[in-house]
Nanobody, 114 residues
Framework: QVQLVESGGGSGHVGESLNLTCRCP???????????VGWYRRAPGRERELVAT???????LYAPFVKGRFTLSRDNVKNTLYLQMTNLRPEDTAAYYC?????WGQGTQVNVSA
């Protein structure tokens, strides 16, 4: 397993945008193995839930509550995963985690206020 590192979290207001970044060491070497990458989140008092997930060469799967607002992208050369979040809502407040296969980051906090 590798240690993933998220960044870009912070505070925003309803309707604003935030961009998250996840450094994924070794992701470029894993492209041929069809490893799944993804973003998840955990809100206070709730279970961790899927936000978006992707296997290279396949369509990205989005949770219904972010579809059309969030975009997952990846740069396999830079070993980086991104999550562009637009039209933020208060219910998007959570700790966001990236994943690569079975490896996870430690999370970055996103707070959205009215």
């Amino acid at each position: 397993q590798v240690q993933l590192v998220e960044s870009g979290g912070g505070s925003g207001h309803v309707g604003e945008s935030l961009n998250l970044t996840c450094r994924c060491p070794g992701m470029s070497e894993l492209v041929s193995t069809q490893q799944r990458v993804g973003w998840y989140r955990r809100a206070p008092g709730r279970e961790r839930e899927l936000v978006a997930t992707n296997v290279i060469g396949s369509n990205t799967l989005y949770a219904p509550f972010v579809k059309g607002r969030f975009t997952l992208s990846r740069d396999n050369v830079k070993n980086t995963l991104y999550l562009q979040m637009t039209n933020l809502r208060p219910e998007d407040t959570a700790a966001y985690y990236c994943s690569l296969g079975t490896s996870w980051g430690q999370g970055t906090q996103v707070n959205v206020s009215a």
